[in-house]
C-alpha cells in the first residue's frame, strides 16, 4: 500500500477530481455530442475531429507527449507520460472512441448525440461504451498531474477508432510497435460492473467466430408452382443445416470436435463464480423472456461466460415484403457465430463447422462458408498483482472489492496486447448491464463514472506499491 505521502498525495488528488465532476461531465458531454460512428463512412470526419478533440484534452491534462497515428482506417490516439523514471512501473491505459450507429434513432427518447443527463445517468450514444469510460481515465491522470505535479508510475494510454469494426489498425500497430508500448500491466477500461455495488474484473473473455452462409440453388428465383417439388429451395436446405448443427434438447453444439479444446474450471474458479450476486432469477430478470435457456447441465451464469455457444443472428434471401409470392430463392444466406471459450481455437473452429456443413449439404445446392471474423479468446491469472491492486482500487473507490469473473463477450483487441506485450491484463470497467450498450438511449450511470475516475486514481499508487 502507499506510505504516508502517497496517501496524501491521493487524498489531495481525489478532492481535485470531486472538485471538478461539473467540469468533466461538460467535457464529457462535448466529446458525446461528436458522432464518430467508426463503421460508417460518411462519418469520416468526425471520427477525425473526435481524435483530435481527445488529443487536445490529453495535452490539456498535463500528459508529456500525444499524438494521432494514422492507420489504414480510422486514427490511434497515443499518450504518455514517463517521467516516474526506469525503475518505476509502467501501465498502458486502453478503450475507444468509435461508437456504434444509433439506430434505430426513433426508438430514443432523447437524441444519441444530444447528450442528456435525467434521474443520474447521462444518456447519448457513447455514454458507456466506451466515451464515458476513457474520460474517467483521463479525467483521473488530469487530476494526478494538476493536482500533484506528477503521476506516481509511467502512464501511456491508446484510444483507437476501429473496436466497434475489429481493431484492424490497432492490431497492426500493437504487434509492430510491440516495443514502443512495453508495460507492466494494461488496464483495458471498456466492461461492466455487476451493480453499482458491485465492482467487477474479468480474468477472461470469450472468442468469437462469425460465419456468413449462403445455399444457392436455381440460377435465378422460380415459381413455386411450376417448379416447386421439383427443384430444391435453398431455403428449405439453409434451415435443415441450421437445425443440424445443435441438438434440440440439450442444446449442445453437433459439429466433431467442438468441446474439444473447451478449458474446464477449477475449484477456486467455482467459488469465485459461486460468490457472484448473479442468481438465475436475476438474469432471468434482465432478459424479460419467458424463461432461462442453453446447454444441459449449466447454470445460466456458466452457460452466459464459461461455455461456447452458437446463434443464429440472421437469415435473408427470397421474399420477405408484405403480401405474398410464391417464390423459390436463387439463394439464402445466414450469419450465425459461436462464442468460445479458452483454449479454443476460431480457426479450427471455423474449418470444423464449414466441413460439417459440407457433409451434409445435399448436392442439388451449392454451399459457401465465408469467416466474417474471428477473434481468439483470453485467460489472464486473476491472481497476478497488477489485477489485485485493481481491486483493492475499486474497494477504495466504491466501498467493495472486485468480483472476478470470465465475461461472456469478446474483447477482440485483448488477445493482441496478450500476445504481442506479454503483461497481465487488468479488463474492467464502470458501466452497468443496463446501459444499453449497442442500443437505443445507452446511458452512463454518472455516479459510477465519477467514481470510476477516483478508482483509476486510486489504482496509480496501488500498482506502484504491488510491483
Same mark, same amino acid.
Given at each position: 500500500m502507499p506510505g504516508l505521502a502517497g496517501s496524501k498525495m491521493s487524498t489531495t488528488v481525489i478532492a481535485h477530481l470531486r472538485d471538478r465532476q461539473h467540469a468533466h461531465l461538460a467535457e464529457l458531454c462535448e466529446f458525446l455530442a461528436i458522432p464518430s460512428i467508426s463503421m460508417d463512412p460518411a462519418h469520416t470526419a468526425d471520427m477525425a475531429m473526435a481524435a483530435r478533440w481527445l488529443a487536445d484534452r490529453l495535452r490539456g491534462a498535463g500528459m508529456s507527449h500525444t499524438e494521432i497515428i494514422p492507420t489504414s482506417g480510422h486514427p490511434i490516439v497515443f499518450s504518455e507520460w514517463l517521467d516516474a523514471g526506469p525503475t518505476a512501473p509502467t501501465l498502458l491505459i486502453y478503450g475507444h472512441y468509435d461508437v456504434q450507429p444509433a439506430d434505430p434513432v426513433d426508438a430514443w427518447h432523447t437524441p444519441p448525440f444530444a447528450p442528456t443527463a435525467s434521474n443520474g445517468?447521462?444518456?447519448?450514444?457513447?455514454?458507456?461504451?466506451?466515451?464515458?469510460?476513457?474520460?474517467?481515465? #483521463?479525467?483521473?491522470?488530469?487530476?494526478?498531474?494538476?493536482?500533484? %505535479?506528477?503521476?506516481?508510475?509511467?502512464?501511456?494510454?491508446?484510444?483507437?477508432?476501429?473496436?466497434?469494426?475489429?481493431?484492424?489498425?490497432?492490431?497492426?500497430?500493437?504487434?509492430?510497435? &510491440?516495443?514502443?508500448?512495453?508495460?507492466?500491466?494494461v488496464l483495458m477500461v471498456d466492461s461492466s460492473m455487476l451493480t453499482p455495488q458491485h465492482p467487477?474484473?474479468?480474468?477472461?473473455?470469450?472468442?468469437?467466430?462469425?460465419?456468413?452462409?449462403?445455399?444457392?440453388?436455381?440460377?435465378?428465383?422460380?415459381?413455386?408452382?411450376?417448379?416447386?417439388?421439383?427443384?430444391?429451395?435453398?431455403?428449405?436446405?439453409? #434451415?435443415?443445416? +441450421?437445425?443440424? +448443427?445443435?441438438?434440440?434438447?440439450?442444446?449442445?453444439?453437433? #459439429?466433431?470436435?467442438?468441446?474439444?479444446?473447451?478449458?474446464?474450471?477449477?475449484?477456486?474458479?467455482?467459488?469465485?463464480?459461486?460468490?457472484?450476486?448473479?442468481?438465475?432469477?436475476?438474469?432471468?430478470?434482465?432478459?424479460?423472456?419467458?424463461?432461462?435457456?442453453?446447454?444441459?447441465?449449466f447454470s445460466a451464469i456458466e452457460?452466459?461466460?464459461?461455455?461456447?455457444?452458437?446463434?443464429?443472428? %440472421?437469415?435473408?434471401?427470397?421474399?420477405?415484403?408484405?403480401?405474398?409470392?410464391?417464390?423459390?430463392p436463387a439463394q439464402a444466406t445466414a450469419k450465425l457465430s459461436m462464442r468460445l471459450v479458452p483454449y479454443q481455437d476460431p480457426q479450427d473452429i471455423a474449418q470444423r463447422v464449414t466441413d460439417f456443413l459440407h457433409h451434409q449439404a445435399p448436392p442439388t445446392v451449392s454451399l459457401n462458408v465465408r469467416v466474417l471474423s474471428a477473434s481468439r479468446p483470453v485467460l489472464v491469472d486473476?491472481?497476478?498483482?497488477? #489485477?489485485? &491492486?485493481?481491486?483493492?482500487?475499486?474497494?477504495?473507490?466504491?466501498?467493495?472489492?472486485?468480483?472476478?469473473?470470465?465475461?461472456?463477450?469478446?474483447?477482440?483487441?485483448?488477445?493482441?496486447?496478450?500476445?504481442?506485450l506479454g503483461a497481465p491484463l487488468v479488463i474492467t470497467g464502470f458501466g452497468l448491464p443496463d446501459d444499453n450498450m449497442h442500443a437505443p438511449?445507452?446511458? +452512463?450511470?454518472?455516479?459510477?463514472?465519477?467514481?470510476g475516475s477516483e478508482m483509476i486514481a486510486h489504482y496509480l499508487p496501488m500498482l506502484a506499491a504491488f510491483s
Open positions: 445517468n447521462l444518456y447519448a450514444r457513447g455514454a458507456s461504451d466506451d466515451k464515458g469510460q476513457v474520460m474517467a481515465a #483521463v479525467a483521473a491522470l488530469e487530476a494526478w498531474l494538476h493536482a500533484t %505535479g506528477r503521476l506516481p508510475i509511467n502512464v501511456r494510454l491508446i484510444v483507437e477508432g476501429e473496436e466497434e469494426t475489429s481493431s484492424v489498425g490497432l492490431r497492426h500497430f500493437v504487434h509492430s510497435e &510491440a516495443d514502443r508500448l512495453r508495460c507492466d500491466a467487477l474484473i474479468l480474468y477472461g473473455t470469450r472468442g468469437n467466430c462469425y460465419l456468413e452462409i449462403t445455399v444457392r440453388g436455381p440460377a435465378s428465383d422460380l415459381h413455386s408452382g411450376t417448379f416447386g417439388g421439383a427443384v430444391e429451395n435453398p431455403f428449405n436446405v439453409l #434451415v435443415r443445416l +441450421l437445425a443440424s +448443427l445443435q441438438d434440440g434438447e440439450t442444446r449442445r453444439v453437433k #459439429v466433431p470436435g467442438f468441446y474439444d479444446r473447451v478449458r474446464a474450471m477449477d475449484d477456486a474458479e467455482r467459488r469465485l463464480m459461486a460468490s457472484l450476486p448473479l442468481s438465475d432469477a436475476v438474469l432471468l430478470a434482465m432478459t424479460g423472456a419467458p424463461a432461462l435457456a442453453g446447454e444441459a447441465g452457460r452466459a461466460t464459461i461455455r461456447p455457444t452458437l446463434d443464429i443472428h %440472421g437469415i435473408s434471401g427470397g421474399f420477405t415484403g408484405p403480401g405474398k409470392k410464391t417464390v423459390i486473476y491472481r497476478a498483482a497488477a #489485477v489485485q &491492486a485493481a481491486s483493492q482500487a475499486f474497494e477504495q473507490a466504491f466501498g467493495a472489492p472486485a468480483a472476478c469473473m470470465i465475461g461472456g463477450g469478446t474483447l477482440p483487441i485483448a488477445a493482441d496486447f496478450q500476445e504481442a438511449n445507452e446511458k +452512463l450511470n454518472l455516479s459510477c463514472f465519477f467514481r
